[in-house]
């Protein structure tokens, strides 16, 4: 009888042990879950925040690219100016002015005056 009350209490034991790991695992999962939902109400409101400042600064960023591109458009026009100089005053020397000042009356900014 021994032998059966030993087996009895090792079996007690067993369940015992069993339904306490089952209740952890339960408790992990339950708690698992709960810091999903957590997280991603922690992930809404970090999204909600980046859409506000997205909004807030997106003139801010549009006004940048503008004035960049403004930027850009004036170096342009400074290049294609100085090149636009560089042609002329090649011109004019060739012409054989020694006035770099040019005005409508004179051939090169007149083209009805200047002679084939």
Same mark, same amino acid.
């Given at each position: 009888m021994d032998w059966l009350n030993l087996s009895r209490e090792q079996v007690i034991a067993v369940r #015992? *042990? !069993?339904k306490s790991v089952n209740q952890i695992l339960y408790d992990i999962a339950t708690h698992e879950m709960l810091l999903t939902k957590e997280l991603r109400k922690i992930l809404n409101s970090v999204n909600v925040g980046i859409k506000k400042i997205e909004g807030k600064y997106a003139p801010t960023a549009l006004? !940048?690219?503008v004035n960049s591109h403004a930027m850009r458009f004036r170096q342009a026009i400074s290049e294609v100016k100085d090149v636009y100089d560089t042609y002329r005053y090649a011109y004019i020397g060739k012409m054989g002015f020694t #006035? *770099?000042?040019i005005t409508a009356s004179s051939p090169v900014g007149n083209p009805e005056n200047e002679s084939g």
């Open positions: #015992s *042990t !069993l006004y !940048l690219a #006035s *770099t000042r």
